[in-house]
C-alpha cells in the first residue's frame, strides 16, 4: 500500500480559502491545536451560560436571543473541530470504507436502520462556517 501525508487542514483560512499545513508538532500544529482546545472550551462555556439564562425566571428575550446565536455559532465551530479532527483520523484497516463523504443510498439506509430510524436522502451540508466575533461568555448582554 503506498502511503501519502496528508496536509492537515487548520482551523483558520487564508483570505477566505482553506489553510493547511504539513502534520508534525512544529509551531503551527501547536498553535492549532491550542486553537481548537478554546474553541470546544468556548462552546462549553457558553452551552453552560445559555441553559443559566433559560433557567432565570427575570431573562428577557433579548437574553435568550442572544444566548441562542452563541450557541449556534458555538455549535458550528464545534462541528468544525470535529470535522478537522476527523480529517486526521488515520484509515488503517484494510476494505474501511472512506467515510468523509455523507452516506447515500443503501449505505445511508443500514446506518438508519442500525440507529432504529428510518431515514431518506439527507440534504447537502453546509460548507462554510460563521466567523464567530471575540467575545466572552460573560461579555454577554444582560437586562
Do not use: K
Not at 106 to 113: E, L, M, T, Y
Request: hydrophobic share 40%.
Amino acid at each position: 500500500m503506498h502511503e501519502t501525508t496528508r496536509l492537515r487542514r487548520l482551523p483558520w483560512d487564508e483570505d477566505g480559502r482553506a489553510a493547511f499545513v504539513s502534520p508534525g508538532d512544529g509551531f503551527v500544529n501547536r498553535l492549532a491545536n491550542a486553537i481548537e482546545v478554546e474553541i470546544i472550551e468556548t462552546a462549553r462555556n457558553d452551552a453552560r451560560r445559555a441553559l443559566s439564562l433559560a433557567r432565570d425566571p427575570g431573562v428577557s428575550r433579548a437574553e435568550l436571543l442572544a444566548a441562542v446565536q452563541y450557541l449556534s455559532s458555538a455549535v458550528q465551530d464545534a462541528a468544525l473541530v470535529a470535522d478537522l479532527r476527523g480529517e486526521r483520523l488515520p484509515v488503517t484497516e484494510p476494505g474501511v470504507e472512506d467515510l468523509s463523504e455523507p452516506l447515500w443510498g443503501d449505505a445511508s439506509r443500514c446506518v438508519g436502520q442500525a440507529l432504529g430510524q428510518d431515514r431518506g436522502q439527507a440534504g447537502g451540508q453546509a460548507d462554510t462556517v460563521a466567523a464567530r466575533p471575540d467575545t466572552a461568555v460573560n461579555d454577554w448582554p444582560r437586562g
